[in-house]
């Protein structure tokens, strides 16, 4: 493990020979949550505060973007070691960010915010058994998908409020509903698969044919169907 946070430091960092012709990049992430996710937990403080230096920075260009990234540093750091005060933080910057963003001039952008806002009231239901929290991640994610229909966003939103009302719906005991939540996710993971060319697209659509799995293979022991857990089989090997 040792070896391998070696060599990712050594990957990112900037080589000398092009370090004049290259502009500055703050982290080693650049705020890439699927490179974040091999991060071990120091280096992605590390990362974190990075990101909390670049968004305070007088004149930086773009800051809802700048404070976006620090929502999904702080929000990573939460959802590994629980702390209240990281997923307080990370709530606080997507609101900042939301704050500064015009929904209509920028459509996506303030969709990729309400999104981490959604994913911030997800994790806080985990970690602080808060009810109602999916009813308000919901709202969140239906909001994304108005402002930006046929972005990748709207599609991430769509498959993300399906997994939940899944969720929900198998807390209660109805596979029934659950599995019309897995069906309705199918539309946003068609539309995340046709922008396949883009690499965290690939990982969004790799997410939610993985978080569709569980949810067939959940309702599939439910009802004792083998055709549904044939069918999270089958989820689960397009996303290997």
């Given at each position: 493990m040792f ?6 430091k050594?990957?990112?960092r ?9 502009p500055p990049?703050?982290g080693l ?11 071990d ?6 990362e ?6 670049a968004?305070?920075r007088i004149g930086?260009?773009?800051r809802p ?9 702080w929000?990573e750091i939460?959802?590994?070691?629980g702390?209240d005060a ?8 997507a609101?900042?960010a939301?704050?500064a963003?015009?929904?209509r001039?920028?459509?996506e952008?303030w969709?990729r915010?309400?999104?981490?806002q ?5 994790l ?5 058994s808060?009810?109602?929290?999916g009813?308000a ?7 994304a ?11 991430e939103?769509?498959v993300?409020?399906a ?6 719906a ?7 509903a ?6 309705d996710?199918?539309v ?23 978080g569709r ?7 599939g022991?439910?009802?004792?169907d083998?055709?549904v857990l044939?069918?999270a089989?089958g ?6």
């Amino acid at each position: 493990m040792f070896e391998l946070g070696r060599e990712l430091k050594r990957l990112f960092r900037p080589r000398p020979s092009l370090a004049m012709f290259t502009p500055p990049r703050d982290g080693l992430a650049g705020g890439d949550p699927g490179l974040a996710e091999l991060l071990d937990l120091a280096m992605l403080r590390a990362e974190a505060k990075s990101c909390d230096i670049a968004a305070g920075r007088i004149g930086a260009k773009d800051r809802p973007t700048l404070q976006l990234r620090q929502a999904t540093m702080w929000r990573e750091i939460a959802r590994r070691t629980g702390e209240d005060a990281a997923l307080s933080k990370a709530a606080q910057c997507a609101e900042s960010a939301l704050g500064a963003l015009d929904r209509r001039s920028r459509p996506e952008a303030w969709a990729r915010v309400r999104i981490e806002q959604a994913a911030c009231a997800m994790l806080a239901a985990e970690v602080r058994s808060e009810p109602g929290l999916g009813a308000a991640a919901c709202v969140s994610l239906t909001e994304a998908i108005a402002a930006a229909p046929r972005s990748p966003e709207a599609a991430e939103a769509m498959v993300l409020r399906a997994q939940i009302q899944a969720a929900e719906a198998l807390t209660s005991g109805d596979a029934d509903a659950a599995l019309a939540c897995a069906d309705d996710a199918g539309v946003g993971i068609a539309a995340l698969e046709k922008t396949m060319h883009d690499r965290p697209a690939r990982r969004l659509a790799a997410l939610a044919l993985l978080g569709r799995a569980e949810v067939l293979a959940a309702c599939g022991m439910q009802l004792r169907d083998l055709t549904v857990l044939e069918r999270a089989l089958g989820d689960a090997t397009r996303t290997a």
